[in-house]
């Protein structure tokens, strides 16, 4: 039985367990300046641009930051959700968070407040831990929705949520989601993706591409895991699959500036693939939680014109797991075996 509180003791929401689900970001709108405040937030992050403040600054603000928004905005208004009035990034996070926090409360009884946040734009890490420790969350679970670990990712995002608690008076306890680049579950779940896909179609690609985000190599030169982690989970797809050898392959895309990115490029590969007659294409991209700017509109067109300009003749891109029942039950597994202990 819980003691009664004293007279006059303010009141207290009954304890919780948080669970926050963080990706990337989104700008607020397509416009020059909301892209411009977006990028602004993403390319001045020292763990995404990991060069000297005094070289990247007047780069940044004199060059990138007038010309990019602008053909940022072009590409983020050809996929935008019109009907929400924001990215399809927003919308597929938000629904993930809500089909998670139903498995949850159907199986913990509302024990678990489960709620989502971008690194950068909004809804930013800091006000949603607040809400969570609102609603009584003394616990709280980061889930940075990255398969594959790098310090440009999922770093980042649970040091802006460190950066908030450094704020706090009273913090609550807090744990975080290692990768899940070699989870048999998320394999499974992204195996199943592409039987389904290739179910729908009325060709056999002669090559499953599966394209990750690029990096430059210079991070992976000062240790960041991330290149051999996407590699794992390529070659651990591929037997998961079980197609003959060379017919799932891995590549890296997206790609900026002239510095060394890791290899091989997705641009370049899908281009010699059609002109060594693998004229039959499926992509699908493994290390993205959900659909976003880079496979809805970089693979889905640019990718693709690439790939039919140098002589494909079928493309088929596998969408991201997003919240398909597969994935919603995955990610609620994970937080069940992360909240051990606390549940």
């Not at 050809?78 to 926090?101: H, M």
């Not at 999922?154 to 306890?173: E, G, I, K, V």
Request: some cysteine.
């Amino acid at each position: 039985m819980v003691p009664a509180k004293p007279a006059g003791h303010p009141a207290v929401p009954p304890r919780r367990i948080g669970v926050l689900l963080i990706n990337l970001g989104t700008p607020d709108a397509t416009d020059y300046w909301s892209m411009r405040r977006y990028l602004k937030e993403f390319l001045s992050d020292p763990r995404v641009i990991e060069v000297p403040k005094a070289v990247w600054w007047p780069v940044l603000n004199g060059i990138i930051l007038t010309f990019r928004p602008s053909r940022s905005g072009h590409a983020y208004r050809s996929i935008w959700n019109t009907e929400r009035n924001e990215s399809p990034l927003a919308t597929i996070t938000r629904a993930q968070a809500q089909a998670v926090a139903a498995a949850l409360d159907a199986r913990h009884g509302g024990r678990v407040v489960t709620d989502w946040a971008m690194r950068y734009g909004r809804p930013a890490i800091g006000p949603v831990i607040d809400r969570l420790k609102a609603e009584g969350c003394d616990r709280i679970l980061l889930f940075p929705l990255y398969p594959q670990y790098s310090a440009t990712t999922t770093a980042t995002a649970n040091d802006q949520a460190f950066r908030h608690l450094m704020t706090l008076r009273w913090q609550p306890a807090v744990r975080t989601v290692p990768a899940y680049h070699d989870d048999p579950g998320y394999i499974d779940a992204l195996a199943r993706s592409v039987e389904r896909h290739l179910e729908t179609l009325d060709f056999r690609p002669d090559v499953l591409l599966a394209s990750f985000h690029g990096l430059p190599q210079a991070y992976l030169d000062r240790g960041d895991p991330y290149h051999c982690f996407c590699v794992k989970t390529a070659r651990l797809l591929a037997e998961r699959l079980g197609w003959p050898d060379g017919t799932v392959r891995h590549s890296f895309q997206s790609r900026f500036g002239k510095a060394e990115w890791l290899k091989p490029y997705t641009d370049r590969t899908v281009e010699e693939l059609a002109r060594a007659g693998k004229t039959k294409l499926a992509i699908i991209a493994p290390g993205f939680a959900a659909d976003c700017v880079e496979t809805l509109e970089e693979i889905q067109s640019e990718v693709k014109d690439a790939f039919m300009a140098a002589g494909g003749e079928r493309f088929t891109y596998v969408p991201c797991l997003n919240d398909h029942p597969d994935h919603v039950d995955f990610l609620t597994g994970v937080v069940e075996r992360e909240l051990g202990g606390w549940l």
